[in-house]
Structure formats: C-alpha cells, structure tokens
C-alpha cells in the first residue's frame, strides 16, 4: 500500500481552523474504519465563553472524519470538489470538558465514489459521547 501523507490529506479539508475539528488520524484501517482525534484544548481559546465543546462541534469532528476516510478510500477530492453533508442521525450522551481528547472512529456502511454512507462515534476518555449515521457527497462547486 503506498504511504499516504495523513496531515497533509487533513489540511486539504475545506474548513479551516479554527472550524477544522481534526487534527491527526491516528489509525486507518482500508475498508474497515478510521480514527482520528483532537485536543479539545487547541480550540478552546476560539470558544472561551463555553463552558463544554459545542455538540455541534463534535458532530462537524464526525463529518469532518468522514471526509478523510471517503478521500482514504475513493480517492482525493478533485480541483473544484466539495464535500458536503447530506443527512445525519445522531444521538448525543453527554457534554465534553475542553480538558479533554475527543476521539471520532468512522467506518463506512455504504461507499461510492461520489458518496457514502457513514457509521460513526465519538468518545472522550473511554465514554461514547455521540454515535449514529451520516450520509456525505462530493459535488462540483460552481464558484
């Protein structure tokens, strides 16, 4: 398998810090699964007045390692390629502390070039904070 370069595959993601909740991939499994993570500590200065990182954060985390792994599996996005959310069904638990390192563990259900649907969940320190489904598609930007 040819060596793929995973922080430079995480700076092409279309968000940019401090909206970009990835910051490593820490295990890839082709066809199975990938797990990627941040400290949540690296964002907090961004969202000081918060007391928890933003459920909403956690699931943009999700999507956001969604899109690495559809990339892992199909493929780099192309020059005018966005990736975009199509659906998503998840239940929450729990609220996470900036003290903490949130881990995202994606694995596809459905794959496709242009799009995909996706099993995922996040944990923090060992406790499954989110899980569910979402679906992803790649289109061409018209800008």
Not at 44 to 68: D, N
Not at 81 to 96: A, H, K, W
Not at 99 to 120: D, K, M
Request: with cysteine; hydrophobic share 45%.
């Amino acid at each position: 398998m040819n060596h793929v370069d995973y922080a430079s595959l995480i700076t092409q993601l279309p968000q940019q810090p401090p909206f970009r909740f990835v910051e490593q991939i820490i295990h890839y499994e082709p066809g199975k699964k990938l797990e990627a993570s941040i400290c949540l500590q690296s964002v907090h200065k961004h969202m000081y007045e918060l007391p928890f990182f933003p459920e909403v954060c956690v699931l943009e985390g999700l999507a956001q390692s969604a899109v690495l792994l559809v990339q892992l599996e199909t493929g780099p996005l192309l020059e005018g390629e966005i990736p975009i959310l199509g659906s998503l069904f998840m239940r929450q638990s729990e609220p996470v502390s900036w003290q903490e390192t949130l881990i995202y563990e994606v694995s596809p259900i459905r794959l496709f070039t242009s799009q995909a649907r996706i099993e995922a969940r996040a944990y923090a320190a060992d406790r499954l904070v989110a899980e569910g489904e979402l679906s992803l598609a790649k289109i061409q930007s018209t800008v």
